[in-house]
């Protein structure tokens, strides 16, 4: 059964930053694509960013373009999230994300992929 587990949120400051972490189990972590989505109260699950299961290739919603960094360690079965220049509107529950099968179509999901249980990032003004 996979299995993603995040770490590393919090609370911050405007203009600080935060790294988040999602380690996963249960399968060949280095043969899937991962990604990052967010929730904030009151709104739908929204898509942040994306890497493939290389590392080479990355794609980030307009809203944290420039601010977030998607990374990935192979070795470590983990999924990082770089998040810099932090802003109010930047809080909510932030969940891993990991496709079903070996092909992605991100931002899009799938009802049977693996998520996260999430971890909160909350930005204060």
């Known amino acids: 059964q996979v299995q993603l587990v995040e770490s590393g949120g919090g609370l911050m400051q405007a203009g600080g930053s935060l790294r988040l972490s999602c380690v996963a189990s249960g399968r060949t972590f280095s043969y899937y694509a991962m990604g990052w989505f967010r929730q904030a109260p009151g709104k739908e699950r929204e898509f942040v960013a994306s890497i493939n299961r290389s590392g080479g290739s990355t794609v980030y919603a307009d809203s944290v373009k420039g601010r977030f960094t998607i990374s990935r360690d192979n070795a470590k079965n983990t999924v990082y999230l770089q998040m810099n220049s932090l802003k109010p509107e930047d809080t909510a529950v932030y969940y891993c994300?990991?496709?079903?099968?070996?092909?992605?179509?991100?931002?899009?999901?799938?009802?049977?992929?693996?998520w996260g249980q999430g971890t909160q990032v909350t930005v204060s003004s």
């Open positions: 994300h990991t496709p079903l099968t070996e092909y992605n179509n991100y931002p899009a999901t799938g009802p049977d992929d693996f």
